[in-house]
């Protein structure tokens, strides 16, 4: 009985466990099921997130490299313009804990130029308020370590131009609002805020090594002869690149503030002068491609000043006598000039002076452009006066262009700032005859070598070039003592690279220039000193066994006897 | 109840007639674990289930990844002025702690079965005391009790977790020896005790857990489908009343309803997360992560939504369920209803776990304050992790030739 019992008994415990062991098993797949509603649901929400999330689009790999605007390099691509993530301070004035005037207080001894009242006064606005923006991290965590939960430190995407002012005039700087406001900055913004275009950086033409050469030279110069400005150029001739473009004083990009926008302006490109005997050649050069000048060892008179109706044209610093072609540029002869122009006539020196886009603004991927000052009517005494560079102004940029279409064969290409690729090089406009052109470079090596330009003479760099002191145009008539001194100078001249065109605004003589202001004695030393510094870096090496053959032309330079040689010397440059 | 074969001697070592014994390598290498073995590491190996073990390892291999990702974020949230973290602090310490954490889990998962329950039923009284023990002297982090020891501190509930998933089935398999133990309420209240101890910390997510864990095994052993719909129904309730008289899931579930400040971790978890995209920033490259408190726990899935994408995240999530299908289709051919009860408690405890993190992550839950199983930093909680994964390891090994019955085909043979 106990037996059969406990048998059944174990009977009914074997079948109550199968059958609680398959009830187990069937709600185990009611689990499983669940588990598969809650995979299910979690896969729908991560496609959601995944196809409607509005960050889905935005975030990609390449929006965090993405700088939102463009670099800027110079042509071996050392960055002149970065964006870069900066910090800025912001205090949400609700979340403050501390009390504002003590926060107000240690703020203002973190930032010593903003008055402890400027910060209470930002710290009790209801909104929430910038207080300051590239902020440099030693600031930044000197604010964190006050403590305060109200300031938090954004991060923001700040232009960082790493060479400071250094070519500040050709990149010119960005708004707060993300956009250029002048420079390349301006003339590029489209490329440079260009989603496709702005993950590379843009290339300009400047060496940014010869840009320090030239702001060095100048100013060291515009120091020394205290004077007011100074601008300087140096173009590539053969494809129109300008390698170095400053303008002084100047600024930095960085902050740009109200001290800065004096300075803002570029000299190079956006005023103009009357550039006076540099034109000299220029006008010399069409004469000679007109046929006006076929024998440059003619003679003209420049022994008094030439009578133009009521009006007197002298020169200087007169030599009293006749005088050849080459003489005439190598003693800048405003007098010998006026009668070249004259032969040669109003249209031709006209079309020629238009040929060099003298008559329409400056040519260059820069905005800052401006319209030359061309003379109203081209009379003949206009005619006369503007073949020695007076009553036409046009920028430092666009002589330095005629210069440049002068020595290289007589092809003139518009100036760029962007670097180029050879078969991006423009073909450009012939405006003189290559044998003009070769006897231009001539006639600029023998200024330097036994003219005005003397001092721009740099040993082995062939330097040509030619001088011009324009006396600046002021209440009633011109002033003696304000000059423009100007040098455009050409090497090498055997077979001509560059043109660096050095003007200083307003040089007052001292010792070094025997306190003279004209340009032989201030503008032309700035390029004897750049040339060697700037040469090498171009690829342009010192050599005295080379230069271009001046021989033939030599004779008719007239040299006064060895008994006065003393005062042929003591000639002053003009 | 012993699964474990009989181990067989172990081939014996070569005799040369008439020398002396002589030990020599086996003479072919590969032979090694292969079926011919018959040592007790070979007979360990064939019995495992090396699917759910692969998983395991990949999700492991997953949360180094995900915590090298993460490090950084939380090393810069952590360091002070006078002490600065190595940006892979937390990552290095993680490394260490899956080393010892794997250690637990070999020997853990090579215990027979009644040497597991043993090992589990004990450390769940253990850790029931020291539960009791932590509001007296327990450490506060962030405004809850919950860890215990000075120096190296643990987290009771956490190692109770798995322990508990084991004794509560042990606790239900009992009915079949003697139908009239009332495991019902013996259950109830050893749930209800630890509820009361965790809430007290006060840890609602954990609470959540070890009740649902109790609700799961107690579907599993038949509990009437009147009594389970009262149970949902209970839930709910309780949910609400956490709602209304407990003010950190008050504000929780406010933030997750209504949104939070512009400053919220919530805010911050949504951008990390939807950061990266399809395919992620890659590694490294992540941002946001730098904004999100406990990124290297809570978050760590939303930090790897940045760096390797909402692919990736689709992955993970995939691989937790594969590792619960796995489990619960060879349970479908189990006959031991303490294996099967014990086995689904340890894989919804993570599965349940997992899923619960995910979904705050995707901003389906409220936040709850739980890590994402293997894959956040966090040693105590990797170690007992590694502890419930040995467990199930253990109990879900069996021989692989014996003939195994389908469900319902039982019934033909009588």
């Known amino acids: 009985m106990t037996a059969l019992a406990s048998g059944s008994h174990r009977v009914r415990l074997a079948s109550k466990r199968q059958h609680m062991t398959l009830t187990a098993q069937v709600r185990l797949v009611a689990v499983l099921a669940l588990f598969g509603i809650g995979v299910g649901a979690i896969l729908l929400r991560l496609t959601f997130i995944g196809v409607f999330g509005e960050q889905a689009q935005a975030a990609t790999r390449s929006a965090l490299v993405d700088p939102g605007r463009g670099d800027i390099v110079d042509r071996n691509g050392v960055p002149l313009a970065r964006t870069i993530n900066g910090y800025a301070i912001r205090v949400v004035p609700e979340r403050l804990i501390g009390d504002r005037k003590v926060l107000a207080g240690k703020l203002a001894q973190i930032f010593p130029d903003t008055s402890e009242e400027r910060f209470l006064k930002l710290l009790s606005r209801t909104k929430p308020t910038y207080l300051r923006h590239r902020a440099v991290p030693e600031e930044v965590n000197r604010v964190h370590a006050l403590g305060e939960v109200g300031i938090e430190f954004p991060r923001e995407k700040e232009r960082f131009y790493p060479q400071l002012q250094l070519a500040a005039h050709v990149l010119g700087y960005v ?18 805020i260009d989603p496709k275009l702005r993950l590379t950086p843009s290339a300009l033409s400047i060496d940014i090594r010869v840009q320090a050469a030239l702001e060095d030279e100048l100013g060291r110069a515009m120091k020394s002869y205290d004077a007011k400005a100074a601008a300087g150029v140096v173009l590539d001739v053969e494809t129109g690149e300008v390698m170095a473009m400053t303008s002084l004083p100047s600024f930095n990009p960085n902050q740009f503030d109200a001290s800065s926008a004096a300075f803002e302006a570029n000299q190079v490109t956006y005023r103009f002068f009357e550039l006076g005997s540099t034109f000299k050649p220029l006008t010399v050069a069409a004469a000679i491609d007109a046929g006006t000048v076929t024998d440059l060892s003619r003679r003209y008179d420049a022994s008094r000043p030439l009578r133009v109706g009521g009006f007197q044209i002298r020169d200087s610093h007169s030599s009293g006598r006749w005088l050849n072609v080459p003489e005439t540029l190598v003693h800048s002869s405003n007098i010998v000039t006026a009668q070249i122009a004259d032969e040669l006539g109003p249209e031709r020196l006209q ?4 040929k060099l886009h003298f008559d329409r ?8 452009t401006v319209k030359p000052l061309w003379p109203a009517s081209w009379g003949r005494l206009t005619n006369m006066t503007v073949g020695y560079g007076h009553g036409i102004a046009v920028s430092p940029l666009h002589l330095a262009s005629a ?13 760029t700032l962007l670097k180029l690729a050879p078969r991006d090089v423009p073909r450009g406009e012939r405006v003189f005859k290559a044998s003009t052109s070769a006897r231009m470079n001539q006639l600029l090596r023998m200024i330097v070598r036994d003219g005005t330009g003397r001092k721009a003479e740099a040993p082995g760099f062939r330097v040509g070039g030619k001088t011009g002191s324009a006396e600046k145009p002021g209440a009633g008539g011109y002033k003696r003592s304000s000059v423009v001194a100007t040098f455009a100078a050409v090497f ?15 040089p007052a003589g001292n010792q070094a220039s025997s306190f003279q202001r004209t340009a032989g004695w201030t503008a032309a030393p700035v390029v004897a000193r750049l040339v060697p510094r700037i040469g090498p870096m171009l690829g342009i090496i010192p050599d005295d066994r080379r230069d271009v053959d001046v021989s033939e032309l030599m004779p008719l330079l007239w040299k006064a006897p060895v008994k006065a040689a003393a005062k042929t010397k003591s000639e002053d440059p003009a | 109840m012993s699964d474990l074969a009989a181990p067989a001697p172990a081939a014996a070592p070569t005799t040369t007639p008439g020398g002396p014994r002589a030990y020599t390598l086996p003479r072919n290498l590969s032979r090694r674990l292969g079926r011919s073995d018959r040592s007790q590491l070979a007979i360990w190996f064939w019995e495992l289930d090396r699917v759910l073990l692969s998983l395991i390892l990949m999700l492991i291999a997953i949360g180094l990844i995900a915590v090298q990702a993460a490090s950084p974020a939380t090393a810069r949230r952590l360091s002070t002025a006078t002490e600065i973290l190595s940006p892979l602090y937390f990552f290095y310490r993680q490394l260490g702690w899956v080393i010892v954490g794997l250690g637990f889990m070999f020997v853990v998962s090579m215990l027979p079965k009644r040497e597991a329950r043993r090992l589990a039923i004990i450390m769940a009284s253990v850790c029931l005391v020291l539960l009791m023990l932590v509001p007296i002297f327990g450490n506060t982090v962030n405004g809850a009790k919950r860890w215990i020891g000075y120096g190296i501190g643990i987290q009771p509930s956490e190692f109770l977790k798995p322990a508990f998933a084991v004794t509560l089935a042990w606790i239900i398999s009992l009915r079949i020896k003697d139908p009239t133990l009332p495991v019902l309420r013996l259950s109830a209240l050893l749930t209800g005790v630890i509820a009361f101890l965790l809430m007290r910390q006060p840890d609602l997510g954990q609470t959540i857990m070890f009740i649902g864990i109790w609700f799961t095994l107690m579907l599993l052993a038949g509990l009437s489908m009147q009594v389970v719909a009262a149970g949902v129904g209970a839930g709910a309730l309780g949910m609400t009343a956490a709602y209304f008289f407990y003010p950190v899931a008050t504000q929780r579930i406010n933030g997750w309803l209504f949104g939070g400040g512009e400053y919220d971790q919530v805010m911050f978890a949504h951008k990390t997360l939807t950061g990266g995209g399809l395919i992620g920033t890659g590694p490294g490259l992540g941002t946001h992560k730098f904004n999100l408190p406990e990124a290297h726990t809570d978050y760590i899935f939303s930090v790897i939504g940045e760096e390797f994408g909402l692919l990736a995240c689709a992955a993970i999530a995939l691989v937790y369920f594969a590792i619960i299908v796995r489990v619960c289709m060879r349970l479908l051919d189990e006959r031991d209803l303490f294996t099967i009860l014990a086995v689904t408690g340890l894989t919804a405890q993570l599965g349940g776990q997992a899923f619960i993190n995910i979904a705050v992550n995707l901003q389906l839950f409220p936040s709850k304050g739980m890590t994402l199983p293997f894959i956040s930093y966090g040693g105590s909680s990797m170690i007992a992790l590694s502890i419930g994964a040995g467990l199930l390891l253990s109990l879900t090994r069996r021989n692989p030739f014996e003939d195994r019955t389908l469900l319902g085909q039982d019934w033909s043979r009588g």
């Open chain 1, 175 to 192: 708004h707060p609002d993300g956009h250029g406001v002048s420079g390349m900055e301006r003339a590029m913004d489209a490329e440079l």
């Open chain 1, 351 to 354: 079309a020629v002076m238009r």
């Open chain 1, 361 to 368: 603004p400056a040519e260059i991927n820069l905005r800052e």
């Open chain 1, 403 to 415: 210069y440049a279409a002068m020595v290289n064969g007589g092809v003139y290409r518009p100036a």
């Open chain 1, 492 to 506: 090498p001249m055997d077979a001509p690279r560059f043109v660096v065109l050095i003007m200083i605004d307003e």
